[in-house]
């Protein structure tokens, strides 16, 4: 089955440190994009980074870059998004998603991130 | 840097009615790199239209979109139950790289 699985809710304080994952299967993680799109309650969709798999080639959006780090493991056909400082304005739901000619095609469940004191 | 405005931002219809909802960008977008989500409550965004008006494998033809240049629309020709949702506009090629739209609610009148 084609899917991306994402590891679960994280719950944790201003100035930690986090790494969420993105587990891909059913298609071949070294030749598509992979991508985090962000989501604060109530808000619409944002759009953080993507990367290639293939040679680690990655792409962020100009309002993201700086604040979170994408990575790719393809050993494990995995994609990471990490903060090296957590803010409570990091609280968000965190899709991953393959992007595919353009456009996310395939998208994760999400993995909600609460950062509070 | 590249906007996407849609509008209207909710639009109370009621099952079996049109729904038509628009995308505007404030530079010109490729119809190929324009495409639309679905988003239900609690679940992640659905792929719905791509290159503009390309319907995503398994949904219903009564989903069509249109447009070029600065102006995009999506239609619903018939609203059902299950299409009450928040759909959004989404561009790639412009700066920055990929952006969405702010949303349409699409609410049960």
């Known amino acids: 089955e084609v899917q991306l699985v994402q590891s679960g809710a994280e719950m944790k304080k201003p100035g930690e440190s986090l790494k969420i994952s993105c587990k891909a299967s059913?298609?071949?993680?070294?030749?598509?994009?992979i991508g985090w799109v962000r989501q604060m309650p109530g808000k619409g969709l944002e759009w953080l980074a993507i990367i290639y798999p293939g040679n680690s080639d990655t792409r962020y959006s100009p309002s993201f870059q700086g604040q979170v780090t994408i990575s790719a493991d393809s050993s494990i056909s995995t994609a990471y998004l990490q903060w090296s400082s957590l803010k409570a304005s990091d609280t968000a739901m965190y899709y991953c998603a393959r992007h595919t000619h353009w456009y996310f095609d395939l998208w994760g469940r999400g993995s909600l991130v609460t950062v509070s004191s | 840097e590249i906007v996407l405005t849609q509008s209207p931002g909710t639009l109370s219809l009621s099952p079996g009615e049109r729904a038509t909802l628009s995308c505007r960008a404030s530079q010109s977008v490729s119809t190929s790199y324009l495409a639309w989500y679905q988003q239900k409550p609690g679940q992640a965004p659905r792929l719905l239209i791509y290159a503009a008006s390309s319907r995503a494998t398994g949904i219903p033809d009564r989903f069509s979109g249109s447009g070029s240049g600065t102006d995009f629309t999506l239609t619903i020709s018939r609203l059902e139950p299950e299409d009450f949702a928040v759909y959004y506009c989404?561009?790639?090629?412009?700066?920055?790289?990929?952006?969405f739209g702010g949303g349409t609610k699409v609410e049960i009148k």
């Open positions: 989404q561009q790639y090629g412009s700066s920055p790289l990929l952006s």
């Open positions: 059913g298609y071949s993680f070294t030749t598509s994009w």
